[in-house]
């Protein structure tokens, strides 16, 4: 049973490396930062989140996200979520926030993070963390835009002993109906309490993204959350939850569980994911 399980999480790994089809910000907050998976490490996310207004909210669960750090300083992201529609059909917001609700394969997301200065003593991380989104979601039935679309970030991080402070902002680039192109960005500080927990907040800030979102208008939020490790650094438990402060009235949640493994060479390596289990 033991071998079985093994070589299901093998395959399934190799199959999300391996298929061009093969998520979101830095888990489980907005906000993301410039470090990139260690080489020859990767990272395994199980998640749902939820993303909603007056108008409209949308989820992603549950949704897988798988981090390879293919190269020293260089990883490689990638984000299957089943989606999720609810659109309130709330006369006041028409058109926008109209039709039924549906569930279904959201638009995959793909991605490079970039570190290109390390960080120091007095000097910050900074990197890169581009996404392309592939259009797989149903477009009509409101799972996918319907188009290719981009991000674009900017991010810096600093640590000082259990304190960690990141941000940075990028721009959407949403060439499709309904979309608009829109910039983001945001700031957080957290830090390390103890041995089991981590907890930090975060402004986060985004444009209008057009009568075909949720998001029909800008907003600022206010996001609280943090890990639980069950086993440190291999397992964790990630949670997050957020109102906006300003702008358009917006929650955000967060929940998923978290695995990192690696440090060797072989494809062996991947099993290394079932000691967790």
Request: net charge neutral; hydrophobic share 40%.
């Amino acid at each position: 049973m033991r071998s079985r399980l093994r070589m299901f999480l093998a395959a399934t790994v190799w199959a999300m490396i391996l298929v061009p089809a093969a998520a979101f910000a830095g888990p489980p907050f907005q906000t993301d930062d410039p470090e990139p998976v260690d080489f020859r490490h990767y990272e395994l996310y199980v998640f749902g989140n939820s993303d909603g207004t007056g108008v409209a909210t949308a989820t992603s669960a549950p949704a897988v996200e798988f981090n390879w750090g293919v190269v020293p300083n260089v990883q490689l992201h990638f984000v299957i979520p089943l989606a999720g529609s609810f659109p309130s059909n709330n006369p006041n917001f028409l058109p926008a926030g109209s039709g039924p609700t549906a569930f279904g394969l959201g638009d995959i997301e793909t991605g490079v993070k970039f570190r290109f200065i390390k960080e120091t003593k007095h000097r910050p991380m900074v990197g890169t963390f581009t996404m392309f989104e592939i259009p797989s979601g149903n477009a009509a039935k409101g799972l996918g835009v319907g188009k290719g679309w981009a991000k674009l970030p900017v991010w810096v991080q600093k640590s000082f002993g259990p304190w960690t402070t990141y941000g940075g902002a990028g721009e959407t680039i949403v060439p499709a109906t309904g979309y608009r192109d829109f910039t983001y960005g945001g700031w957080l500080l957290q830090r390390d309490i103890g041995k089991k927990l981590t907890f930090g907040a975060e402004v986060f800030s985004h444009g209008a993204e057009g009568v075909a979102t949720a998001q029909t208008g800008s907003a600022t939020l206010l996001d609280a959350g943090g890990y639980y490790y069950f086993r440190n650094p291999g397992f964790q438990l990630l949670f997050c939850y957020g109102h906006s402060i300003a702008g358009q009235a917006e929650n955000y949640a967060y929940l998923g569980f978290y695995w990192t493994w690696g440090n060797n060479s072989s494809p062996t390596a991947f099993l290394n994911l079932a000691q967790h289990f």
